[in-house]
């Protein structure tokens, strides 16, 4: 396997699609085969205080290949789609330089797409202005948006506090949309590699009963514990590491407030939910060029799946 192509760009693979889809057991099994590292690219499996709970490979998996950014960050530390971004591409350095390949692997579409496409370089709010934004109800908000940016205001549900906020906050910081910033993006590594990309898009049936098993094994393997470990460090409410899918249904359950079969029913809900949000993002919104792979995955078919990543 070389990891340079006719432009003499290094190779990178990548595997992406929705939670549960297989991604982990497919990268480990190109790893058998080919030099390679692999690099976490989920959000909820940067943290150290989840592993059982966002599915981080097993301990034995990740002594038998390097692997890396998976538990590199401690819940109280956020991680950023721009501080993941950084930390991938020194990541994808290493591995080039000790000629292995290196393999993105994950399901948060936001992380992948400011790897790839970079990040609008939007300056430092001015903390005045994002206080007195950030206290407004989100239909006040929603109206100084559609007088002061009507651009970004167009393509936000007046419903959506998180962004319509940031929205508003960047243009009255910055005194320009924040549309005209994502337009000057900067930092992306789209056309310095060669990509060789894959998303995996199975049935949905099946998909979903992969979420109800896999739950339902975690409450087994230790979730219930590691959540409470987690809640004694008493992170703020708003945490990432906090809000990871799982943790407020076993906080229920350790709070006496629901039958541990309920607290199982709810977070396989929340984990097909979760699912069915990434299928959507993937669906719509990867590049067209990303080979897909819509059928089920099991050890019978590796080899064929393989086949989709164009001569590694």
Known sequence: MGIANPENK??????????????????LHLAQ????????????????????????????AMASVPHRLFGYRGGASPCSAADWAAAAKEEIRAAHSEDRLPILVG?????????LDGI??????????????????????????LSEDPAMAAVLHGNDDSRIKRALEVVRSSRRSLADWRRDKVGGI???MEWRSLLLLPPRLWLYERCDRRFAAMMEQGAVEEVAALLSRQFAGD?????AIGVAEIAALLRG???????????????????????????NQSPPNWARWTGEIN??????????????
């Open 239 to 243: 945490a990432p590491v906090m809000r």
């Open 190 to 192: 789209a056309r310095q």
């Open 257 to 283: 407030d629901i039958t541990r079969d309920e607290a199982i029913a709810r977070g396989q809900v929340a984990t097909r939910q979760y699912a069915k949000r990434q299928y959507t993002w993937f669906r």
């Open 107 to 115: 399901g948060t579409g936001l992380y992948l797409r400011t790897l």
């Open 299 to 312: 050890d019978e078919n590796m080899k064929e799946i393989e086949t989709k990543f164009q001569n590694l």
């Open 33 to 60: 085969t080919h030099n390679c590292t692999i690099i976490n690219a989920d959000s909820a499996q940067v943290y150290a205080d989840l592993p059982i709970l966002s599915a981080q490979p097993s301990a034995q």
């Open 10 to 27: 290094p190779v990178v693979a990548l595997i992406a699609g929705p939670t549960a889809s297989g991604k982990t057991a497919l990268a």
């Open 120 to 145: 609008a370089p939007v300056p430092e709010i001015n903390p005045e202005v994002r206080g007195a934004v950030r206290a407004m109800t989100t239909s006040d908000a929603f109206a100084a948006l």
